[in-house]
Every structure is written in structure tokens, then in C-alpha cells.
């Protein structure tokens, strides 16, 4: 059955996209805000600090952790919410609706309306960033985030695993900087969205090396993925820029401030052709899981 549910969900994600309007997401985000202003306090210790960020982490996710084990338990209905919430939490057809304008632009010779879109999806100044770069590395990078985390923690912790994965990115996106406001107060979020992301983001660099250069790309990720700021986008970039045999990375300006950051891959300087490239190195390996998942089925139930 949740290999049913799985794939329902997969194609009402590729069929309808991302909910424009209404997404349960943007109403937690504010949620969270409010968690925020009520928790948050900057003139306490480092521990103090720490422990209430982390009991705000608690209460913000376990409620609807466990709203989404009672709702999937439902006769009848369990198997609706189920779906729901696992094409809700998918990102699949989210990377094309937001990379495909990026190329289109680029193949219109309209490098102004190309930057301004790559802005919307990375936080580098969008006058100065490398498109083809900036793209690649957030596809590569979301395929784990947007896709294979949330596909993993469905079969591992069915709707309540898949919900409180996608609230624990939700929640190291808004706190897990390691600023003066969000250094320990947003200490367990990050910690926490490390955690639940250690094993996809493995599986999703073992899956992007199996469908493309692979010798490179476990080289890659042997010898490149300790040097990236994070233990988990660290193996997916350096492995999927192996797979795609291209190299990105590299110095990056936020907020007019140059950021030397390690290059990934081997072989030539990403180019614009490659964006598209990414986009099907993370199809290829949603079938790739897809498949592996229908034959362990079949074999366990022979």
C-alpha cells in the first residue's frame, strides 16, 4: 500500500505542481514567526537561548507530527490524507517550474530576466552570480531536500515521517543561521534538519553517482564533500557534479560580501546547457528509487 501511495503522490506532484496559493507551509512559517517574538530573547545566555529554541523547535513539530499519525490512521480516509500530505511535501515538479524559466530565458539571450529569476532561488547578489553555477548547485542540492528526504522518511515513518521532516527544513530555513540573532537559538534546528538529512543526502549522492560518471563522482565525494559548510550538501554536490563530469562551485558574493567557497566536480566549467542536465539527473533518479523500491516489493512479498 505505501508503495501505492508513493507513487500516487509522485504523479500528483509532476501533474499539479506546487499549490500556488494556500501552501500548509507558508501558515507554519508564520506560526513559527509568532514562536519567535514569544521565545526568542536575545539578552539571556547562550544555554538559555539554546533550550528555548529548542523547546520551541518541540512544540512546533511534535503537534503535527503526531496530528499526521492519527489523520493517516483514519479508515477510509487515511489513505487520502496520506497522499495529500507526500505530494504536499514533494518538490519534484517545484525544481522545473523554477529552473525552466531560467533556461528559457537564457535561450532567448535575456541574461537580465536569468538573473533575476536564479535570484529566487539561491541567496547570492543575483548582479555578480554565476547562472549556470547558482542553478546547478540548487537543483543538486534540492533534488535531496525537495525529493529523496521526504521520499525516505515516508517509507521509513509513513505521513507523521514525511511532515515533520518537511517542518524541520522549514524550521533550519528560518532559524538555522549562524548569525548574532540565530547562533543558539536556532541551534537545535539545525542540528536537527542535519540529522534527519544524513542518510537521503547519501542516498541521493549514491543515486546521482549510479546514473552518470560514476567512478568520478565517488571520487568527488570521497575527496570533496568534507570541504562544504554542510555535512549533507556537501556529498550531493560533489557527487552530482562528478555524475554530470562538469565543476561548479567557487567564490560567491551575498550581500556584497565575497565568500570563498570550495569548487565540486571534475572536468569542465559548468555551462547553461548543464542546468537542464541536473533537472534530469534528479528524474532519472526518482525512477531510479521508484524501481528499486518496486522490486525490493516484489521480492519480499514473493
Not at 546547457?273 to 539527473?281: E, P, V
Not at 532519472?284 to 528499486?292: N, P, Q
Amino acid at each position: 500500500m505505501s508503495v501505492l501511495l508513493l507513487i500516487l503522490a509522485l504523479t500528483l506532484d509532476w501533474l499539479l505542481g506546487e499549490p500556488k496559493r494556500w501552501h500548509p507551509l507558508v501558515g507554519f512559517g508564520l506560526l513559527a514567526n509568532w514562536f519567535e517574538r514569544c521565545w526568542h530573547r536575545s539578552e539571556v545566555s547562550a544555554t538559555s537561548q539554546i533550550l528555548r529554541g529548542g523547546l520551541a523547535w518541540f512544540l512546533l513539530i511534535a503537534p503535527f507530527t503526531v496530528l499526521a499519525y492519527l489523520l493517516s490512521q483514519l479508515p477510509m480516509w487515511g489513505a487520502l490524507f496520506t497522499v495529500l500530505g507526500l505530494y504536499l511535501s514533494i518538490g519534484h515538479k517545484s525544481l522545473y517550474q523554477h529552473v525552466m524559466p531560467i533556461i528559457a530565458s537564457l535561450d532567448n539571450n535575456n541574461e537580465a530576466r536569468a538573473r533575476e529569476l536564479t535570484g529566487r532561488i539561491v541567496s547570492r547578489d543575483t548582479d555578480t552570480l554565476n547562472i549556470a553555477n547558482a542553478s546547478i548547485e540548487s537543483v543538486l542540492e534540492n533534488g535531496n531536500d525537495a525529493v529523496f528526504a521526504a521520499l525516505f522518511w515516508f517509507l521509513i515513518a509513513g505521513l507523521p515521517g514525511v511532515i515533520a521532516l518537511r517542518l524541520i527544513n522549514t524550521l533550519d530555513a528560518m532559524w538555522g543561521y549562524k548569525n548574532s540573532r540565530y547562533l543558539y537559538f536556532g541551534r537545535v534546528a539545525a542540528r536537527m534538519d542535519d540529522v534527519v538529512n544524513f542518510i537521503p543526502a547519501r542516498l541521493t549522492a549514491l543515486s546521482y553517482a549510479l546514473l552518470g560518471q560514476t567512478r568520478t563522482a565517488l571520487g568527488c565525494w570521497r575527496t570533496q564533500a568534507a570541504l562544504h559548510d554542510s555535512p549533507n550538501a556537501g556529498p550531493v554536490m560533489a557527487s552530482g557534479a562528478g555524475a554530470l563530469a562538469i565543476t561548479i562551485g567557487g567564490p560567491a558574493c551575498y550581500q556584497g560580501e565575497w565568500h570563498q567557497r570550495p569548487h565540486f566536480g571534475s572536468g569542465r566549467q559548468a555551462e547553461t546547457g548543464d542546468i537542464r542536465r541536473a533537472l534530469h539527473l534528479v528524474s532519472y533518479s526518482i525512477l531510479l528509487w521508484v524501481g528499486t523500491i518496486l522490486l525490493g516489493y516484489g521480492a519480499f512479498y514473493a
